[in-house]
């Protein structure tokens, strides 16, 4: 697998400490409480303030989109970690 490294925009990064009555307070469905829940309650904020318009809080929407795309490489990286614990003890 080849290509470069991805620049983290500063406040995409996701978090496993995560304020969970902020995130109940918030009514964010079960599905979607994740490592980027937090950013989540901001953008939700905004899309209900501006009618879910789409041409608003896109920077929101964005720094969110990112968020997740940082946690699937996160997940990728333990991935590959664990894979190679795994060829090591079995050598």
């Known amino acids: 697998m080849g ?3 991805h620049h983290v925009t500063p406040g995409s990064e996701p978090r496993k400490d995560q304020d ?3 995130i109940k307070d918030a009514k964010i469905p079960i599905a979607w409480r ?3 829940s937090h950013i989540l309650i ?7 303030e501006t009618w879910w318009n789409p041409n608003k809080c896109e920077h929101d929407r964005h720094i969110y989109e990112e968020c997740e795309y940082n946690a699937y490489l996160q997940r990728v990286e333990a ?3 664990h894979d190679k614990i795994k060829a090591a003890q079995s050598d």
Do not use: E, M, S, Y
């Not at 901001?42 to 209900?48: A, S």
């Open 3 to 5: 290509g470069g490294h």
């Open 79 to 81: 991935k590959v970690q």
């Open 42 to 48: 901001g953008l939700n904020k905004c899309r209900r």
């Open 20 to 22: 969970l009555q902020a």
């Open 34 to 36: 994740d490592t980027c």
